[in-house]
């Protein structure tokens, strides 16, 4: 960092010391000399608005159907979208961002699908992320793989943040198995 950054980081530091004494201690913060102020608005503003329970993130699942014979396939889409123009960040307790569930088994396994070191990311301001998905019907239950039994399952999409019940991070629907 150049004298003249260094001073002025000094500055934005004392500014925002009293808004972040309970604020996620992990903030990343780029030191940069041209992304500087633009990543302490966006640590700050994230950071900030995790503390009042309010994320301008939202997240959408839309399949191509909602009713299914038993091991049919279903091909769905995931959305991801930062309402806000600035950068967003989240702590996850995994490693990805996002993991869909059918009856709250990951990926419909009744292993940990997701069990991975957590991690920080960003979600950028204004952008949405679309991911197309296809899960195979079955369930994958240690070395048994069998379809779900018929009647109605809930399939979801969530971030993997601690509080996402809190802040809307996650979609749902309900899926009807017909029977057999």
Known sequence: MRPDDESAQSEIDDLLKPYLRNADKQLVVDTGPVNTRRAVVSNTYGSLLGLVG????DISLKPEGATLEPGEPLDFTVTITNRSTIDIPLSLTCSTLWGWYLDGHPEAT?????NSPPRRVKVRGSQSYTFERRWSGYIHDGGDIRPPDSGEHTFEARIHTEDRSDQGLFDTIELQ???A
């Open 177 to 179: 198995i017909l029977d």
């Open 110 to 114: 009744t292993s940990d699908h997701y």
């Open 54 to 57: 309010y994320v301008p993130i």
